[in-house]
């Protein structure tokens, strides 16, 4: 669809000298395709970090909503390419399909430029660790039983993210940081909080029968890293609400990045130092 190959993109990578490295990086739901992904913040992640593993795990481009009206602007376009490139670079990319991007598990098993396409995978961490890595849609109930309704709770999460995106317009207007409307109305919503916990149960628990030491995962869109009866649950979050990745460093240990606060702080930093 794309010659991504011999194209530059619409937004030059930015000069940042040298990039905070990790051993590993697990990035996921960017839903590119619509007006809810934070493509800009996921551009600039990109432009200031570097791992030699990458793991894009699921729902990367919104077949749904591309499906029913075709949205994509240039910065999806930056954001593909930027992938691209990381895997020319000798990056090592896994991506793992979700169920927005269900169409691209037909493809399990094969590379495309670089990049291997697996239904799921085990990271083994600089410490020993084993990790199972997958989008975790195979333990949505909702998604499997129901798909009519995973189809109107994505139609309703949709028009929630058109309200998330006004009122970033108006924070960034006055110069606020980033702050995600739709995120903090989930975790005020009781049977939303008992859903994610519920989930987060169920998928280590699932990992554990596996006999692996822990489990990566995106799907619900909320970041997260616990000892669930002895086995690690993580999840990297995603780039519509949380702007979050999971971060290996080299000797092993895990971290949640939160990018808008990642950014606050670097822009700050300018101000302190004036005023010191």
């Not at 990992?207 to 999840?235: F, K, L, Q, W």
């Amino acid at each position: 669809m794309f010659d991504f190959a011999n194209s530059r993109p619409h937004r030059p990578e930015e000069p940042v000298g040298e990039r905070r490295r990790f051993r590993t990086i697990w990035i996921s739901d960017f839903h590119l395709g619509t007006r809810g992904c934070n493509a800009d913040m996921l551009i600039d992640f990109l432009d200031h970090v570097d791992s030699d593993i990458m793991y894009l795990v699921g729902d990367i481009v919104d077949g749904w909503q591309l499906k029913k009206r075709f949205y994509w602007p240039a910065a999806h376009n930056d954001v593909i390419w930027r992938l691209m490139k990381r895997a020319r670079r000798g990056t090592r990319m896994i991506y793992i399909p979700g169920n927005h991007d269900e169409m691209f598990r037909q493809f399990a098993g094969l590379d495309f430029g670089g990049i291997r396409i697996r239904r799921k995978a085990v990271h083994e961490t600089a410490d020993g660790r084993r990790l199972l890595v997958l989008h975790g849609d195979e333990f949505d109930a909702i998604t499997l039983s129901h798909r009519w309704l995973a189809h109107v709770g994505d139609a309703a999460y949709t028009a929630l993210m058109t309200l998330n995106r006004a009122v970033s317009a108006v924070r960034r207007r006055f110069g606020m940081p980033y702050w995600s409307l739709s995120k903090h109305a989930k975790a005020k919503v009781k049977n939303a909080v008992a859903f994610i916990s519920r989930f987060e149960e169920i998928v280590a628990e699932a990992a554990g029968s596996r006999g692996v030491d822990g489990v990566v995962c995106g799907h619900i869109h909320t970041a997260e890293m616990r000892d669930i009866a002895g086995v690690a649950y993580y999840n990297d979050g995603d780039w519509v609400e949380g702007c979050t990745a999971l971060v290996e460093h080299f000797d092993g240990s895990m971290e949640i990045l939160h990018w808008g606060d990642e950014i606050a702080r670097r822009e700050a930093a300018p101000v302190a130092a004036l005023a010191a």
